[in-house]
């Protein structure tokens, strides 16, 4: 399946979320004091199902502080080979705590021309077992996945949830022109990713008579911003998009960039955030990588039979400036992760055995740093990196000042929904904290 590279995504088997980068919610403000009102809490009534919520899945916030997010209602029930009961939906939650069911995992929708659509994703522990989930991906005020009309066809349909409606964005029988001034009927159509600025990228082939013309669609919201076939070049945007991570993934070819660390053959760019708008200072997320077969017993607390190979990973977090590429110390005091790790690696223990994740906190100029150890490492796995040129370390995400204090810190920011109102998550759920103005003074 043809596809276009796009901005660097997150995946997690049964849903795909496109990271997108840019963001139009200015940088904001935590200073000052919070009120706190719970907005929707575990075991609070879901509508539409007459559920609870019981379990949190992925989260994404809006530019006017609508969150979508995958919530369980219920008990999962499943066999050895069939998944019974999946209680899994796509609900959104505004600010003022209205919430609202958008799509049922399994449960038939209809759309366009009558036709009854199915999306079917499932939660964390289900995962690994079905693996016929429906991709989603995350753009700029919406929530795309394909879907098709009979069991056994090709993806035909595109649609969106914008957390107040389901939104048909392309469709079997659309019809497009090209850039350069073709008209197609459209007869297969699926999303393969989401541009940095959060517009879906969707690929389609052409009904009879240009059943061998295939291109591509440029998706903003709900409306088509470009069309282009396959030959021609893409649009601006994302020829922007490959070219950044181009020349990112180019200095990962060149080992000896990291020949401290003996015995690393590969690396791989596990995800970035830019710290500019020129792209000139950027963080990244890199991991070396080496295999090695073993011949049988224990690698780490993993018992491994002979013969089969194992992935060794050494992340580290590294910031491109001026053409150079410095790593970053994990914790104060200039310790790299690995040196962290040493103790533990010489127990058999891999401290750190995914990548890290490194992501944006919404209305906040800096990435938070999300580090997968184990906590007998004894330190805090989130950080923050503040965006000022110089800045070498990494620091704890500031903290809301709240009475009484609920232990809240821009890591745990999902929206904004104004200068002074925020939406945010923890694992009890969703919180508005709103700043509290100064009482006035009044003159003598």
């Known amino acids: 399946m043809p596809s276009i590279a796009t901005s660097l995504t997150l995946f997690a088997p049964g849903i795909l979320l496109a990271a997108v980068q840019a963001s139009s919610v200015p940088a904001r403000s935590i200073q000052g004091e919070w009120s706190v009102k719970p907005l929707l809490r ?5 509508p539409g199902s007459g559920g609870k919520l019981e379990q949190l899945d992925q989260v994404h ?7 979508l997010f995958f919530g369980r209602f219920g008990p999962v029930q499943k066999t050895k080979f069939r998944l019974k009961e999946n209680p899994w939906a796509l609900y959104a939650l505004s600010p003022d705590g209205g919430v609202q069911m958008g799509l049922r995992a399994g449960a038939p929708f209809a759309q366009d021309g009558g036709k009854d659509l199915v999306c079917q994703f499932y939660g964390p522990a289900e995962r690994e077992d ?3 989930a429906t991709a989603m991906h995350v753009g700029r005020g919406m929530i795309y996945w394909s879907s098709k009309t009979t069991l056994f ?3 035909d349909h595109v649609h969106g949830w914008d957390g107040k409606a389901l939104v048909p964005v392309a469709q079997r029988g659309m019809k497009v022109r090209t850039r350069g001034g073709q008209d197609l009927v459209v007869e297969d159509v699926w999303v393969t990713g989401v541009t940095r600025e959060g517009q879906a990228v969707l690929y389609f082939n052409a009904a009879k008579p240009n059943s061998r013309t295939s291109g591509y669609l440029l998706v903003a919201g709900k409306d088509l911003v470009d069309c282009w076939l396959e030959k021609e070049p893409a649009h601006a945007s994302l020829e922007t998009d490959r070219a950044l991570e181009a020349s ?3 200095h990962l070819r060149d080992i000896k960039r990291f020949r401290d660390h003996e015995g690393y053959d590969q ?13 000139q200072r950027i963080l990244l997320s890199i991991s070396l990588l080496k295999t090695e077969y073993v011949a049988g017993g224990f690698s780490g607390q993993l018992y491994v039979s002979g013969g089969n190979q194992i992935l060794k990973r050494r992340p580290g977090i590294y ?9 970053i110390p994990f914790k104060p005091g200039g310790k790299a992760l690995a040196d962290l790790s040493d103790p533990f690696l010489k127990r058999g223990i891999r401290a750190v055995v995914n990548p890290i994740k490194v992501r944006r906190v919404p209305g906040m100029e800096g990435p938070l740093i999300e580090i997968p150890i184990l906590p007998a490492l004894g330190t805090a796995n989130t950080w923050y990196f503040g965006p000022e040129p110089g800045t070498r370390d990494l620091t704890p995400p500031a903290v809301f000042h709240t009475a009484p204090e609920y232990h809240f810190t821009v890591a745990h920011i999902v929206a904004w929904a104004g200068p002074d109102r925020a939406v945010l998550r923890n694992a009890q759920g969703f919180f508005l904290l709103e700043r509290k103005r100064a009482a006035p003074i009044t003159p003598p």
Do not use: I, R
Not at 61 to 67: A, F, I, N, Q, S
Not at 268 to 273: C, E, R, S, T
């Open 153 to 155: 066809g090709n993806l």
């Open 319 to 327: 910031l491109q400036e001026d053409g150079a590429l410095t790593e």
């Open 42 to 46: 575990m075991q609070d009534p879901l």
């Open 61 to 67: 916030g809006l530019d006017d502080g609508t969150v």
């Open 267 to 279: 690396a791989a760019l596990d995800g970035f955030v830019p710290l500019d708008a020129s792209n």
């Open 130 to 132: 079905f693996l016929n």
């Open 248 to 250: 990112l993934k180019a």
